[in-house]
């Protein structure tokens, strides 16, 4: 069974990791699901772990990881640099599993541009202004950066149409079962 590459992208603040972790947890699949983990220069947020959520690097290490090759796909969004490491994604590709990844817009379009066999997912909200609140509600950027991040999401919201499927994220597992779905289609 030759693997499966399923690229997950839509808001910040959407539910997009919960979604995928739902899924990995509690939805029997066809195939076996991992999820890539990416590199970044974001720092850590509370409760994030090294190597399961992220791996958390300097610019220097990140830049290296360019230089090298490292990366499938990478790109900078609000102010800092997010890459997926290719090796990982290719071995479990051969190993007939599907990989999951958790990018933003700029990365989906240059994964769909090498790999146009990927499968990809927009996760949308239910309402707008529910996902500001629930993105100034977590805590974890400044205002600033929430109004960046929300202004991303609405010139992102353009490219809908790019994507394969679509899914709103009204309870969190309908989406993962959805998510699911696809899969095994
Ligand atoms: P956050 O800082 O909220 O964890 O992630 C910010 C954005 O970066 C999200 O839209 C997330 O999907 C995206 N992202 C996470 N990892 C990667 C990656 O490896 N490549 C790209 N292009 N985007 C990523």
């Known amino acids: 069974m030759r693997g499966l590459l399923l690229v997950v992208s839509g808001p910040s603040g959407v539910g997009k990791s919960t979604i995928i972790e739902e899924m990995l947890a509690g939805v029997r699949t066809g195939r076996e699901c991992v999820f890539s ?4 220069t974001r720092p850590p947020r509370e409760g994030e772990i090294e190597g399961v959520n992220y ?3 300097t610019r220097e290490r990140f ?3 360019i230089e090298n090759g490292e990366l499938l796909e990478y790109a900078e969004y609000a102010g800092n640099y997010y890459g997926t490491p290719a090796p990982p994604v290719f ?3 051969e190993r007939g599993k599907c990989v999951i990844l958790d990018i933003e817009l700029k990365g989906v379009l240059q994964v ?3 790999m146009p066999e990927a499968v990809t997912v927009y996760i949308r909200p239910p309402d707008w202004d529910e996902l500001a609140k629930r993105l100034r509600g977590r805590g ?3 205002e600033a950066l929430v109004v960046e991040r929300l202004e991303i999401a609405r010139r ?3 490219h809908i149409g790019s994507f394969d499927y679509v899914i709103t994220n009204g309870d ?4 993962a079962l959805e998510l699911a779905n696809i899969v095994d289609s």
């Open 37 to 40: 983990v990416s590199m970044t």
């Open 55 to 57: 791996r958390f690097v």
């Open 63 to 65: 830049q290296r990881g």
């Open 91 to 93: 071995q479990a590709m």
């Open 112 to 114: 769909k541009k090498h």
């Open 140 to 142: 974890t950027e400044n």
């Open 156 to 158: 992102d919201f353009e």
């Open 172 to 175: 969190v597992k309908t989406a």
